[in-house]
């Protein structure tokens, strides 16, 4: 009954289920383990750091450019603090305030955008520590430059004097008359009383669109498996059940076929 099995259209399917289903099973595992994987670095960007546990902090250069490995790293900076500016619309704690924006003027000309901290409310000059004075090594956490959408920046333009929307290179150009890094740091203590601000998770590595895509790829993949198989014992079960009516003689004229499950060739009206 089962001797369709080894005809050359059953060969063909049942070396099909055979790749296939190691197949699924290998993208729904790689689908999953990068879900696993934004997981992952989305619990170690959001944790809170340990300052015991802090890495000894490295000089700029060695973390430039900024990117996903070095995120967050200590790093140590000297200069004299320069222009300063106010980022508003900034929570912390859920509740709104602003970031105080110094920059840090470095022995290459170029300057850091350095985050002393942030303070509740809205944007006042006036309640804003002055930067210190002379020459200062600063030491936090790296940061990559921002952009619309992320860590809450608004796309907003047209921001008074003295104010910036943005932390990044290309904001900062239009403000200042000297280059800058495109990065910047947050301190690890605030500086003068205000509230350090916490390091950002970088892009990425949150849980977005993209992560639970990969949770439903891994479903999709998964249920292939289980539709292949299905599909193979759907078509077993009905060349089972030909061969048995065709044993039976209960096999129409125009499905009738040979032992090994192939239709049989019906003769011409010719009789050729």
Partial sequence: MYRFLLTPRWWGINVFVVLAIPFCIFMGSWQLGR?????????????????????????????????????????????????????????????????????????DGKALPVVRGWLPGDPDTAKVPAPPTGRVTVTGALQAAESVGSNGVSGRSG???????????????????????DA????????????????SAPQGTGLDLKAFQNLGYTAEWFAFVGFVIFMWFRLLRREVELARDAELGLVPEDEDRDAEGERKPQPSPSGV
């Fill in 35 to 107: 879900f696993e994987d934004r997981v992952q670095d989305h619990e170690t960007a959001t944790a809170p750091q340990d300052p015991a546990r802090r890495e000894a902090a490295r000089p700029l250069t060695e973390l430039l450019p900024v990117d996903k490995a070095t995120v967050g790293d200590q790093t140590t900076v000297s200069g004299r603090y320069a222009d300063q500016l106010l980022v508003p619309e900034r929570k912390l704690d859920d509740r709104e305030g602003f970031y105080v924006l110094t920059l840090l003027r470095t022995d």
């Fill in 159 to 181: 921001w008074p004097e003295g104010q910036t929307g943005a932390i990044s290179a290309a904001t900062l150009l239009n403000l200042v008359p000297y280059d800058v890094y």
């Fill in 184 to 199: 910047w740091v947050t301190l690890n203590e605030g500086d003068s009383g205000m509230r350090a601000v916490p390091v």
